[in-house]
């Protein structure tokens, strides 16, 4: 079993930063890939970003391109997301997931809803503006 904590949410102001953190405990860390995803009030969840187990290659969802930066410590078996330049519309509970699946599918596995095999419970991001 794996166990996700992110941590790190919270109010800034637009064009502000954030960085979010998970905290991954169970099994090898390195064996995941690890993803970041958010939920906007009233709207389904949508992907932001992935990084493969060795941290070598990363995927970005369209909101996170340019703005976003995932990246994990595996002595630390954390994974994060920096947030820059942030807008009121990034505004969102951000999960963290994990997944056993072939890096290779990351696309697929990123784009289906219960495509993650473990999720964190979230933290609150607020943007105002």
């Known amino acids: 079993q794996v166990q996700l904590v992110e941590s790190g949410g919270g109010l800034v102001q637009a064009g502000g930063s954030l960085r979010l953190s998970c905290a991954v405990s169970?099994?090898?860390?390195?064996?995941?890939?690890m993803g970041w995803f958010r939920q906007a009030p009233g709207k389904e969840r949508e992907f932001v970003a992935a990084?493969?187990?060795?941290?070598?290659?990363?995927y970005y969802g369209d909101v996170a391109k340019g703005r976003f930066t995932i990246s994990r410590d595996n002595a630390k078996r954390t994974v994060y997301l920096q947030m820059n330049s942030l807008k009121p519309e990034d505004t969102a509970v951000y999960y963290c997931?994990?997944?056993?699946?072939?890096?290779?599918?990351?696309?697929?596995?990123?784009?289906?809803?219960?495509?993650?095999?473990?999720w964190g419970k979230g933290t609150l991001v607020t943007v105002s503006s």
């Open positions: 997931a994990a997944t056993a699946q072939s890096w290779t599918r990351i696309a697929v596995v990123t784009s289906t809803a219960n495509g993650m095999d473990y």
């Open positions: 990084i493969r187990g060795s941290g070598s290659s990363v």
């Open positions: 169970g099994r090898t860390f390195s064996a995941y890939a």
